[in-house]
């Protein structure tokens, strides 16, 4: 999960270039990102067990799954095309008590009053993030939180399905998921003129590289994380998503000179506080079990 975690701003900083310097729209973006992911991993099916291994067990849920993950990339990228990356990121991490808290209603995983209370805690920190970036840049800053709610709800289904479907054939399904939706989306933006989910082909073969770049590392970062969920409860992993944020600082700075003001490192310290101390009750009562 920190792998993953480390890897996908790679994916938020090649669609914010390719978005502002190369013209590709994030609906574009995001309809490559699928293309690629669902070739890749079919690919990798195919060759070591067939065509017949391509169809999952669950298709109609991880055809779902596909459909979560790209409105969740697409959102997130037209967000960023807007807000500084770091910014949108750090909003972006409620997305960890989303999912605690959906885990608990309806995975009926335990979470006691503590863990609640930092979900309390985590949320108020986010909003030291949200207030600034919402008096600069209006309501755009608020599409970060639609991102993470979305983001849970595909995550969750990552921990009911990865007891029965092949990791390889979830991302295979799902890259076809999301390449339907995205395609769907492309025409409508198309026909209605809206710029950002409209169809805006590569024209450059930087540009071509870069989206061939992404569609990777969303795959592997993505089976990562399918790995992960196969392995442990989802209210434990939710605090490893806070490694994305070292990583998406340093690249927003690097490539876009973008830096959260101060102001917004307190609430990320506090979203990551709260987060670690969900991890910490986790630890707690996993060794209460053992004994």
């Given amino acids: 999960m920190a792998c993953a975690m480390l890897a996908m701003p790679l994916m938020d900083v090649g669609g914010k270039y390719l978005t502002l310097y190369e013209g590709v ?118 599409l970060p939180l639609l991102t993470a709610t979305t983001f849970a709800t595909y995550l969750l289904l990552n921990k009911v399905l990865s ?39 590569p024209v450059s073969a930087i540009a071509v590289a870069i989206l061939i770049g992404v569609g990777v590392v969303s795959s592997f970062g993505h089976l990562l994380i399918v790995s992960a969920f196969r392995l442990a409860p989802a209210s434990l992993l939710a605090p490893f998503q806070y490694f994305e944020i070292v990583s998406g600082a340093v690249l927003g700075y690097i490539v876009f000179n973008e830096f959260p003001e101060f102001i917004e490192w307190i609430g990320v310290a506090i979203i990551v506080a709260s987060g670690l101390y969900i991890l910490y009750r986790e630890r707690q009562l996993a060794r209460a079990v053992s004994k």
């Fill in 25 to 142: 729209s994030p609906g574009t973006n995001t309809f490559f990102r699928f293309l690629v992911q669902m070739i890749l991993t079919g690919a990798v099916i195919v060759a070591f067990d067939g065509v017949a291994a391509l169809r999952p067990n669950q298709l109609l849920l991880n055809l779902l799954r596909g459909v979560l993950l790209a409105a969740a990339s697409g959102i997130f990228l037209i967000a960023i095309k807007y807000v500084p990356l770091a910014d949108a990121l750090a909003i972006f991490f409620v997305e960890p008590f989303i999912l605690t808290a959906m885990s608990a209603v309806f995975l009926r995983e335990q979470v006691g009053w503590r863990r609640w209370l930092a979900i309390v805690v985590g949320f108020s920190g986010a909003l030291l993030v949200i207030r600034p970036n919402f008096l600069e840049f209006g309501a755009v800053s608020l």
């Fill in 163 to 201: 007891a029965r479907d092949n990791s390889m054939v979830m991302q295979s399904s799902a890259g076809l998921g999301g390449c339907l939706f995205a395609a769907a989306i492309l025409v409508f933006g198309s026909a209605a003129g809206v710029d950002d989910l409209a169809w805006t082909p």
